[in-house]
T-cell receptor
Framework: GAVVSQHPSWVICKSGTSVKIECRSL??????MFWYRQFPKQSLMLMAT?????????EQGVEKDKFLINHASLTLSTLTVTSAHPEDSSFYIC??????????FGPGTRLLVL | DAKTTQPTSMDCAEGRAANLPCNHS???????VYWYRQIHSQGPQYIIH???NNETNEMASLIITEDRKSSTLILPHATLRDTAVYYC???????????????FGTGTLLAVQP
């Protein structure tokens, strides 16, 4: 139980394009989901908290207009990286708040912007 | 949320118990201790959590000192597949929303040796 999926698992795109990443809780409903970013040899950095039916809460220093988050249902949150640039290349990981408010993580999406 | 301190790295022989320490001397009375691990290029995996009592599940045991200022994660019989970065995180639990966010430190890289 408590499985979270992400799609795609990896994506390569050209500079200036937008990329959408999906995060789904497969066997539970999640009012709250979270988006993290991880650069090589670094720890996970929380980007934003996504609440179903309301606006996301962004961490300090994260541009909300660049990283658009939508949490339209209790099992799906999406992160759109708009006008991606090479410095946005990273490992993007989502998590969903499941039973006992424990966070369960997706497998991650590796983004490479050329 | 309280900060945690973990050793940067540890080695363990395959088949032996791995004991991973964590200091959280500023932990508050309503903060839980959570352990996650991240195997290379994957999303973090939930291991166990506790408030003040020792906890055990199919993956590991969590020993929390009586004053709650430190804890130890025990993998009873480490295998090569347990090689990962282990994160100890303290967090206010069971309230929902932004208070559930996890702040990751640098963790302990556990290397299980054959």
């Amino acid at each position: 139980g408590a499985v979270v999926s992400q799609h795609p698992s990896w994506v390569i795109c050209k500079s200036g394009t937008s990329v959408k990443i999906e995060c789904r809780s497969l066997d539970f409903q999640a009012t709250t989901m979270f988006w993290y970013r991880q650069f090589p040899k670094q720890s996970l950095m929380l980007m934003a908290t996504s609440n179903e039916g309301s606006k996301a809460t962004y961490e300090q220093g994260v541009e909300k207009d660049k990283f658009l988050i939508n949490h339209a249902s209790l099992t799906l949150s999406t992160l759109t990286v708009t006008s991606a640039h090479p410095e946005d290349s990273s490992f993007y990981i989502c998590s969903a708040s499941g039973p006992q408010e424990t966070q369960y993580f997706g497998p991650g999406t590796r983004l490479l912007v050329l | 949320d309280a900060k945690t301190t973990q050793p940067t790295s540890m080695d363990c022989a395959e088949g032996r118990a791995a004991n991973l320490p964590c200091n959280h001397s500023t932990i508050s009375g309503n903060e839980y201790v959570y352990w996650y691990r991240q195997i290379h290029s994957q999303g973090p995996q939930y291991i166990i959590h506790g408030l003040k009592n020792n906890e055990t599940n199919e993956m590991a045991s969590l020993i929390i000192t009586e004053d709650r200022k430190s804890s130890t994660l025990i993998l009873p019989h480490a295998t090569l597949r347990d090689t990962a970065v282990y994160y100890c995180i303290v967090r206010v639990g069971l309230y929902g929303g932004a208070t559930n966010k996890l702040i990751f430190g640098t963790g302990t890289l556990l290397a299980v040796q054959p």
